[in-house]
């Protein structure tokens, strides 16, 4: 397959105009696990043209039942683990990995150059500060975070919802992992799956009131 052939796919499936938007945006997905890495796949297929990829741990077999990766990846690291199965998909997608953890001091460089950064941590303390991060110090950036997607509860009480002007919040706002079956493939997904079509929805200039 060449790259006009695959243009040329996206193109029949979405219209020119939006395969432009997507094929010239930049996402930055920051955490790999549930939420990241089926975030990840869902952009990589609909033709977003370059994503960031940022998280500091590696596979492990407890991930397997809900995230994108496979048991033969098990001790790589997850930003490196997600770009290989991601170019298996996608091979003329560009990607930027970084095997790191983010903090308050080097959050904001790593995500600059995106359209829209995608807030996919598990720890409530990492999405604050990402959160903080690209409000106050990356006014023109969109955020899509999320926050409750965890049991077994009805997959219509998660909703993406507009937070402020940039900033948006996808889940049911209320389950936590810490209180009950913890996370299960299809609630994850589904939040993610949220997440990556509001970024979508974002880049093609559709926006929730």
């Known amino acids: 397959m060449t790259r006009d052939e695959w243009n040329a796919a996206l193109i ?6 939006l395969h432009e938007k997507f094929s010239n945006a930049t996402v930055a997905v920051c955490g790999l696990g549930g939420l990241g890495s089926n975030i990840a796949i869902s952009l990589a297929r609909a033709g977003v043209g370059k994503l960031i990829l940022i998280d500091f741990d590696r596979v492990d077999i407890s991930n397997l039942n809900r995230q994108q990766y496979k048991a033969a990846q098990i001790g790589m690291p997850k930003t490196e683990a997600l770009r290989d199965n ?32 995608c807030e996919a ?8 500060m990402l959160v903080n991060c690209v409000c106050e110090e990356l ?37 936590d992992v810490k209180s009950g079956l913890g996370l299960v493939a299809p609630r994850v997904m589904l939040c993610a ?6 970024v979508l929805r974002i880049l093609a200039g559709e926006y929730e009131v």
């Open 121 to 128: 941590f598990d720890d409530a303390q990492a999405k604050a």
């Open 86 to 117: 991601l170019l298996a998909i996608a091979p003329f997608l560009q990607t930027q990995v970084h095997t790191v953890r983010m903090t308050e001091e080097n959050a904001a460089r790593l995500v600059r150059e995106a359209d829209v950064v």
């Open 193 to 198: 799956s949220h997440q990556a079509l509001t």
């Open 139 to 175: 006014p023109k950036t969109y955020l899509v975070a999320a926050s409750g997607m965890a049991g077994l509860a009805s997959p219509n009480v998660i909703k993406t919802r507009r937070i402020g002007q940039r900033f948006y919040l996808c889940g049911d706002g209320v389950s």
């Open 12 to 17: 029949a499936r979405h219209g020119a105009s």
